[in-house]
């Protein structure tokens, strides 16, 4: 047996010829020679690295005799080890070797306070989430372990968790973040004076610069990129630096030098051979960071200038990626090529040729079985489609995502642990029966030399207790690895089945459970908090956290006394599954109990949240024939649940199914009407409360469709809740605008005065990005005059987002625009906020209006808001008036406008031209 470098067999030789205090000597000296080796570890490790990288299977047969003296020796030792098995596992499609790596660093970390342990766990499972595909969760692992990088002086981790750091921010779009982790990568190869990686860093820098369009720091950069490689000896390395100059220079507009780099990158190119990787395993993790063709080269750029938002490089350099692959004929490459090309065409706004061309790369990776490039151009797509807008699209493209990745963390072996488990204890009890055999030969031996040397009986007996104290810690530590492997693989099981924040049973648990029951009859739950969102975004998520956690709280009581379970199921909603009760009168006493449950505030970091919930609810086998058909109808519930207000709850029942079946047909058609020219707006007249004369109209919008008028309060919810409003409501400004241009040279023939144009925005026409553009390319195109035109936004859409709605509303009074609040006491509006509001206009609800003279309270609240209005300096028009009780009660209370039954109803087009003509002709009479 030998630990280290220190031979039992030669110091028991020793013992035989020396007296025995030379022993202990020799012992001591055996344990410093063993102190040497300790130190040497981390290097024959790194050492395997660098010869076999390329060759994982060779890398962990090779590291596999290390591993009883590496954990022999823990420390950054036994660190550098765990490091290189997991990653050498995880190239070899063996995560869950590599996340049981994970867990063992982070435990070493934590047990040690190894700064490098936790940023080499968090590193390696960031790599792996990469390898997997998942680059927006290993984003997320690779942020967490830069702040313990910064910790140590270890400068090959800090490279390797820099390169990995810059790789990730650049796929997932973070451009300025990409640039400065590869800065911090440079600046550690420099202080390893390593010019390979240092070289490395520089080409992975340039190629961001030029996306970012700043080809000159990006030719500075290739030149130094260039310089070292020829330090470090690599013509690939020097080939990537001459490509990315030439472009640089094609960029700067520097021809003549740009034909200088093509040149040379050529020469480069003929005598390029393969490298053996010559840098440690894990700071390459990440991939290679330099590039060996052109098309690879150009591939980057278009996929950088698209981060960029630079569509119209990134087309450009995308046509050419795709010409280069084609003319090699890499499959990869011509399907990536493609796919980069639509995504740029789309942000073009040529929506039909980009998503012909996505959808075609797509098709192709699908049916080669690349999933895991799959995955990453779905997660690409669906992130530009929500970038531009397009809501309904990236939610498609997510689904989609999520599902294949969902199929990748299924493929995942968990026999790999027990392999290694087994693997493991074999080998050490191998070497437990070897120290055994060995001690009883030196046992032998001692007998044999009993008779001719009684002083050296003394040694020999030191020698044996040596042995076997060694052999009895060695077993110690066998067993204590063993334990400390079986206690990891039960975490592994434990978080894999188990919410991080709440420590409840998660998604697959419930899936798992629901299989479980498969043959019995349960009731199924979701429970979804409302506006959780505003939550999170105005305290942040470490409040939104602990809320959750305090949810979970109040509720797991209620649903253990029904005999049920509470599972954690997403960031903002649970699911839960009980027993069938048999009564629906005894569940909806259970939902009544969890809704009570939540309405007392709930105290988080010294601030007081109010929490509504949305609870839907349906019984298997009685809603569903199958698990997944149950889940679908707990799911209509819900939504059905969130479309009423406050804490709600809803219990599937048939017509739900078909309303949502209605809902989507209703969509279908209604996604058609504004190309069929089904749409028409209605205007109903506004007058003087005081004068009695007209004063402006507020447009309202109709559905005439094939089978009869479509009802508002049917249509404009679907159109809300689909995106379909956008488009519908840039066509109702278009034409509100066009009529109110029409009717002001009708007024100022007349010499009357000049109607205002009331127009309704939709809370998510307001939010859209291209909202302000569409308004000023209107009041462009129709000519009107914007002080006769009134933009009414509601009550809700004005107060989520407050801050950023105050800028969008003074832009838009910049333009000359009015602006009302509509429905104004409905929602939740906070004083604070309405007195900064931009506001020229309230408008009083109908239904504040319609109990006049009968409800004593509601007309103090109209009476209190018409006070409030003109205390701010704003006009007050009152809706749905339709009695001249009504209009006596707010004239007296000083009601600036009204409008209603009683003065006009809604009329089309027509109707209201002759409207108008009669009240500036009476008008004029009067004058």
């Not at 003296?69 to 070899?92: K, P």
């Not at 099981?493 to 419930?510: K, S, Y």
């Not at 008036?881 to 209370?893: K, P």
């Amino acid at each position: 047996m030998r630990i280290g470098r220190f031979s039992f067999a030669g110091a028991l030789q020793r013992s035989l010829a020396l007296p025995a205090g030379w022993i202990v000597l020799g012992l001591l000296w055996g344990l410093c020679t063993a102190a040497q080796a300790a130190s040497a570890l981390a290097q024959r490790i790194e050492a395997i690295e660098a010869d076999y990288g390329s060759q994982p299977a060779e890398v962990v047969a090779r590291l596999r005799p290390l591993e009883a003296e590496a954990r022999s020796l823990g420390g950054d030792n036994l660190r550098v080890f765990i490091a290189a098995w997991g990653y050498a596992h995880g190239l070899m499609d063996q995560m869950t070797v590599a996340d049981a790596a994970t867990a063992e660093l982070i435990d070493l970390g934590e047990r040690e306070s190894n700064a490098a342990a936790m940023a080499s766990a968090f590193a390696l499972r960031a790599t792996m989430l990469e390898l997997s595909g998942r680059l927006g969760a290993a984003h997320d692992w690779i942020s967490s372990a830069l702040p313990w990088a910064e910790k140590t002086r270890d400068e090959p981790l800090r490279y390797w968790v820099f390169m990995t750091a810059g790789n990730l921010a650049v796929a997932t779009g973070r451009l300025q973040d990409g640039l400065r982790a590869y800065q911090a990568a440079a600046r550690s190869g420099q202080a390893m004076d390593n010019p390979r990686r240092t070289a490395q860093a520089f080409v992975a820098l340039a190629p961001i610069r030029l996306a970012l369009r700043e080809p000159e720091a990006a030719r500075g950069d290739a030149r130094t990129a260039g310089e070292l490689a020829v330090r470090a000896g690599s013509v690939s390395l020097q080939l990537a630096a001459k490509m990315i100059e030439a472009l640089a220079e094609d960029e700067a507009g520097h021809p003549a030098a740009r034909d200088r780099a093509q040149d040379e990158a050529r020469r480069l190119s003929s005598l390029i051979q393969p490298e053996a990787a010559s840098a440690p395993l894990n700071p390459a993790a990440a991939g290679p960071a330099w590039f060996s063709t052109q098309a690879e080269l150009v591939q980057e750029l278009a996929d950088l200038s698209l981060s960029a938002r630079h569509f119209e490089s990134a087309q450009r350099h995308a046509e050419r990626a795709l010409s280069l692959a084609r003319r090699d004929g890499g499959e990869d490459a011509i399907e990536l090529a493609t796919i980069t090309l639509g995504l740029a065409r789309i942000g073009l706004k040529q929506a039909a040729a980009g998503d012909q061309l996505v959808q075609r790369g797509l098709s192709s990776l699908e049916a080669r079985g690349r999933k895991v490039r799959l995955l990453e151009q779905l997660n690409r797509h669906a992130e530009l489609l929500e970038s531009l807008g397009d809501a309904a699209g990236a939610l498609r493209q997510s689904r989609k995502a999520l599902a294949l990745e969902a199929e990748l963390v299924r493929s995942d072996r968990v026999s790999t642990v027990l392999d290694l488990q087994r693997r493991s204890s074999f080998e050490q009890n191998q070497r437990a029966l070897e120290a055994l055999r060995h001690d009883n030969e030196l046992q032998a031996e001692a007998l044999a030399r009993h008779d001719s040397e009684r002083r050296l009986s003394i040694g020999l007996g030191a020698a044996m207790l040596v042995v076997v104290v060694l052999t009895v810690a060695l077993l110690h530590r066998v067993r204590k690895a063993n334990r400390a492997l079986q206690a990891h693989n039960e975490e592994l099981a434990f978080v894999g089945l188990h919410d991080r924040v709440t420590g409840l049973p998660n998604r697959r648990a419930l899936e798992q459970r629901a299989r479980e029951l498969h043959n019995d009859g349960f009731i199924g739950l979701g429970i979804a908090i409302n506006h959780f969102g505003r939550i999170t975004g105005s305290l942040g998520h470490v409040v939104g956290d602990e809320l959750i956690g305090q949810v979970a709280g109040r509720l797991k009581p209620v649903i253990d006394s029904a005999g049920g379970q509470l599972y954690r199921l997403d960031g903002l909603s649970f699911g839960v599954i009980l027993p069938a009760l048999g009564d629906e009168a005894a569940l909806r006493q259970l939902l009544d109990r969890l809704l009570q449950t939540v309405q007392p505030v709930f105290e988080v970091q010294y601030q007081q949240l109010a929490v509504t919930l949305s609870i839907g609810s349906a019984e298997y086998p009685r809603d569903g024939a199958h698990t997944t058909d149950v889940a679908k109808a707990i799911q209509l519930a819900v939504r059905e649940a969130q479309r009423l207000s406050g804490n709600s709850a809803v219990v599937f029942t048939p017509h739900l199914m078909a309303d949502q079946q209605e809902r989507l047909q209703l969509e279908a058609r209604l996604s058609q009407a504004l190309d069929r020219g089904e749409f028409e707006l209605f205007y109903q007249a506004q007058c003087d409360l005081h004068t009695g004369r007209l004063a402006g109209f507020e447009a309202l919008l109709r559905w005439r469709a094939a089978d009869g008028l479509v009802g508002p309060d049917r249509f404009i919810p679907v159109a809300e809740d689909s995106g379909l409003i956008v488009p519908i409501g840039r066509w109702v400004l278009l034409q509100a605008c066009r009529q109110a241009s029409a009717w002001h040279e009708r007024a100022r023939a007349l010499g009357g005065p000049l109607p205002v144009m009331a127009i309704n925005i939709s809370p998510r026409q307001f939010q859209h990005p291209d909202f302000m553009t569409t308004v000023r390319e209107v009041l462009k195109a129709t000519s009107v005059d914007p002080r006769q035109i009134e933009l009414e936004i509601t009550e809700g859409a004005v107060m989520d987002h407050a801050d950023a709605t105050i800028a969008k509303m003074a832009e838009l009074r910049e333009l000359g625009l009015h602006l009302a609040i509509d429905d104004f006491g409905t929602g939740y509006s906070s004083l604070a906020y309405l007195k900064r509001f931009p506001i020229d206009r309230l408008k009083i609800d109908r239904s504040f209006v319609r109990d006049l003279g009968v409800d004593a309270q509601g007309a103090a609240i109209a009476r209190a808001m018409i006070q409030l209005a003109h205390s701010l300096d704003m006009t007050v028009v009152a809706e749905g008036v339709e009695e001249e009780a009504q209009a006596d009660c707010l004239r007296t209370w000083g009601c600036d406008l009204m409008q209603g039954y009683l003065y006009a109803r809604p009329l089309p087009v027509g109707e209201a031209t002759a409207l108008l003509d009669a009240k500036l002709g009476a008008a004029l009479h009067d004058s």
